[in-house]
């Protein structure tokens, strides 16, 4: 029961934080702003992050790691079967996703590569590899299974998650360099180049 009730705090901390964040701006969020929203008390702010800006890595990776297991999850109602088309399908549901939420993409910002490399564990980036439907073992597996000889599977699936992510932020917001649906066959076909290098 207190750990549900624990659970429900931080939850609501969470939730507070992304809507001021969103809403205001992460300079603009005060961590008695986010307490206030969340109708917590100050110290139970300190029980789960150290500051905003933890507490904003976090939401960060969540909300990135949130948009992989959605993809995933409509990728495996699909028979789509070569690793290029299914590489290709969840970066198209994500970018459909971040181009319908504004204020979503530019939180995440040119973070999304933190839903599968973590990077609020010790400040470092760890694969997410112990979750069996997680993209880094598709990848993996699909790699592995349909014989693609890659250098590095590692080091290509982070490009194409760096390349996916700060392209299409430009592309989305700005429409640099060029408007997102222009900029997705040139995206996909330099994906599709990354994996047969």
């Not at 931080?10 to 929203?37: H, M, P, W, Y």
């Not at 008390?41 to 933890?54: I, M, P, R, S, V």
């Not at 995933?72 to 996703?97: A, G, P, R, V």
């Amino acid at each position: 029961m207190k750990r549900e009730k624990d659970h429900e705090k931080e939850n609501r901390l969470l939730e507070s934080a992304f809507k001021l964040f969103t809403e205001k701006g992460i300079k603009n969020t005060s961590i008695q702003g986010i307490v206030d929203e969340s109708k917590v008390a100050k110290g139970t702010f300190y029980l789960y992050f150290k500051d905003k800006y933890e507490l904003r890595d976090i939401l960060i990776e969540k909300k990135s790691k949130k948009l992989f297991a959605d993809a995933l999850n409509e990728l495996h109602k699909n028979y789509i079967q070569s690793i290029d088309d299914q590489i290709i399908f969840i970066i198209n549901y994500i970018i459909n996703i971040l181009s319908k939420n504004i204020l979503l993409l530019k939180f995440i910002s040119k973070n999304l590569s933190w839903g599968v490399y973590s990077k609020t564990v010790n400040k470092i980036y760890q694969k997410n590899e112990n979750d069996e439907n997680s993209l880094y073992n598709l990848f993996i597996k699909g790699i592995s299974e349909q014989n693609v000889k890659l250098k590095n599977p590692e080091v290509t699936l982070y490009m194409i998650l760096e390349l996916v992510s700060s392209t299409c932020f430009n592309s989305i917001l700005y429409d640099e360099p060029a408007p997102i649906e222009e900029y997705k066959p040139y995206l996909y076909d330099a994906i599709r180049k990354l994996l047969h290098e």
